[in-house]
């Protein structure tokens, strides 16, 4: 599609070329603050409110990735460019924070949990609103399903099993590993009422600047 069609398609969706000139160039101006600024990565697993801290992010004017495909990055020394175009990553499962701090020295971790129990069960209602056949063969060739998918339809009480087991493993050797640090905070955003508030006191102690901030201020009306 040609820059042309681009603005006649902005133009019946009810933006004019001038709205969508200054969005590009905000996203420009994002990226370029991202590439080598320091990082925030949450490295709690999905259903913790991720969601909260992905929109908490995006408030503060920060470039904010929200998917699971960053985490698989990190397994990957050659996609160490995949991070420059944002600031905050959640939604990963079990990224190697390991391999995040060695190469984004001084970027900040957070380790989003929640009560396990009520972690489960939302985990499991995720995958049940699939309405799949529990039968392994099915679930592997339904192009829907990730990996915890296939492993909750192929064998939900094995899949529960190793989804516990795995969180208390990822869980004590993050903690082992910043033990100390206080680049690393611990939160439950589900039942914390003031999480944004201790979140926030979090970056400036340690000196997180927000320099994008000015950023979510731009405000673009029609001329």
């Given at each position: ?92 499962e079990r990224p190697d924070f390991t391999f995040l701090d060695q190469n984004f020295p001084s970027s900040l971790f957070v380790l989003n949990s929640r009560d396990e129990r009520d972690w489960l069960r939302s985990r499991v209602k995720h995958m049940l609103r699939l309405n799949v056949e529990h039968n392994t063969a099915s679930v592997l060739r339904d192009p829907r399903l990730g ?77």
């Open positions: 599609m040609c820059i042309r069609d681009s603005y006649n398609q902005s133009a019946a969706l009810g933006a004019s070329p001038t709205r969508v000139r200054l969005r590009k160039i905000r996203t420009a101006l994002q990226s370029l603050f991202a590439r080598d600024s320091r990082k925030i990565f949450c490295v709690g697993l999905n259903k913790t409110g991720t969601t909260s801290l992905h929109r908490y992010f995006q408030s503060l004017g920060l470039v904010s990735v929200h998917q699971m495909d960053w985490a698989n990055y990190t397994k990957l020394f050659e996609q160490r460019k995949s991070f420059y175009t944002a600031q905050c990553f959640s939604d990963g990996i915890q998918a296939r492993e909750y339809f192929a064998d939900n009480r094995l899949a529960l099993i190793n989804w516990v087991s795995a969180r208390r493993i990822y869980h004590r050797q993050v903690k082992e590993y910043f033990n100390g640090s206080s680049r690393l905070l611990e939160i439950d955003v589900t039942s914390e009422n003031d999480w944004q508030m201790t979140l926030r006191q979090f970056l400036e102690q340690n000196e997180f600047v927000l320099r994008s901030t000015h950023l979510s201020l731009i405000h673009i009306s029609e001329p």
